[in-house]
């Protein structure tokens, strides 16, 4: 398997390989070109893992596994979501809401129902429009873990309000590096878990259409732009966190995404 991670290191934010503990320093960011060497290295144990992406958007699918429908529509009933499977839906998070592993997801006090979303995303490397289903992956440059958190308590007021309950600063848990072979689109095991707790657990087979067809109809509407992430959507399973919780998302063939829960500071 084939990783890449952005990373600080004695001062600097870097792109690089990780293998063996080990990561090796690239030029640039990995969509700019051919991938090239710099020579230099740090274990990684001696580095802090970043986001591993810097996008100009974030388009977040909803409803895509089919176990999740009945639950997202027993948890908000005035969604409209008949339409779940026939037609793709999607949102736009801000970038702002980016946060990397190991960081600390930030409940404000407004919130009072803090959820969390495990989730695939896709990280793009290649400028994308009017794609087809078979042309899409050719346009992808790895995989990473997603952790769509949302104020639940907001988004249950109103549908109008999807969008600020999910795109609160540090809510949208992204990393800990790119896969850019070895994950199993197929079949490969998403799951969530809070504090060791088993709360979300699926395939990719679940999703309601490939990741080809996703990255399709998005292409349709809007291009998406090197290093821009798609979060395909979050299985059924999908509870509360508070603060001082752990929380995992874990897929095959990609790695783990750890962050922890903390109450915002007051001032």
């Not at 980016?98 to 006090?109: C, D, E, H, T, Y």
Request: proline share 5%.
């Amino acid at each position: 398997m084939a990783t890449i991670a952005r990373y600080a290191y004695r001062g600097m934010t870097r792109f690089g390989l990780v293998h063996d503990g080990i990561i090796d320093e690239i030029t640039g960011a990995p969509w700019d070109g051919p991938i090239t060497m710099t020579g230099a290295h740090a274990r990684l144990a001696e580095v802090e893992l970043l986001c591993p992406v810097t996008p100009s958007k974030i388009v977040a699918c909803g409803v895509t596994y089919r176990e999740h429908a009945g639950e997202a529509g027993a948890m908000l009933p005035h969604h409209d979501f008949a339409s779940a499977g026939e037609e793709l839906i999607f949102g736009m998070r801000a970038p702002t809401v980016l946060n990397g592993p190991n960081r600390a997801i930030v409940k404000p006090s407004f919130v009072q129902r803090l959820d969390h979303e495990a989730e695939l995303a896709v990280v793009m490397g290649k400028r994308a429009k009017h794609v087809s289903a078979d042309e899409a992956l050719d346009s992808v440059l790895g995989y990473t873990c997603y952790n769509d958190c949302g104020a639940r308590d907001i988004q249950m007021r109103s549908p109008l309000l999807s969008q600020k309950a999910k795109s609160i600063d540090t809510f949208g848990c992204c990393g800990p590096w790119i896969a850019t072979e070895g994950v199993d689109l197929r079949d490969a095991r998403i799951e969530c878990r809070v504090n060791g707790e088993t709360r979300q657990s699926a395939t990719l087979a679940d999703l309601n259409r490939s990741i080809g067809t996703i990255i399709a109809e998005i292409s349709r509407s809007m291009t998406l732009l090197p290093g821009d992430i798609i979060a395909t959507g979050s299985p059924a399973g999908v509870s509360p966190m508070q603060v001082g919780d752990i929380v995992e998302v874990t897929i095959e063939g990609i790695g783990t995404l750890r962050n922890h829960v903390v109450a915002e500071r007051s001032g």
